[in-house]
């Protein structure tokens, strides 16, 4: 079966940085574009950054562009959110997911991780 595991969140203080992986297995990992969005409770999924399958395409939101860099190692199977200069609004759960092309809307992925928190607080 699919399976998507997040890992890398933890507290961290402002302006600190923490990078998120995302180990993909039971899927040809190297066909799927990969997102990553996070969600705060009570609120919707927001999406955070967006890669497609080969690496050659990326998408970030505006909240995220030029803090955050997503990346990929088809070989290893995973997925990666570089996040710098972290700020406490960055605070949330998030999570890797994956569908056939690349996109930032929630909704249109086929398959998710479960999640890891992340915490910007001094």
């Known amino acids: 079966q699919v399976e998507l595991v997040e890992s890398g969140g933890g507290l961290v203080q402002p302006g600190g940085s923490l990078r998120l992986s995302c180990a993909a297995s039971g899927i040809a990992f190297s066909t799927y574009a990969m997102g990553w969005f996070r969600q705060v409770p009570g609120e919707g999924r927001e999406f955070v950054a967006a890669?497609?399958?080969?690496?050659?395409?990326?998408d970030y939101s505006n909240s995220v562009k030029g803090r955050f860099t997503i990346s990929r190692d088809n070989a290893k199977n995973t997925l990666y959110l570089q996040m710098n200069s972290l700020i406490p609004g960055d605070t949330a759960i998030y999570s890797c997911a994956a569908r056939r092309g690349i996109a930032n809307i929630a909704q249109l992925y086929e398959y998710w991780g479960q999640g890891t928190q992340v915490t910007v607080s001094s």
């Open positions: 890669i497609s399958r080969l690496g050659l395409t990326t």
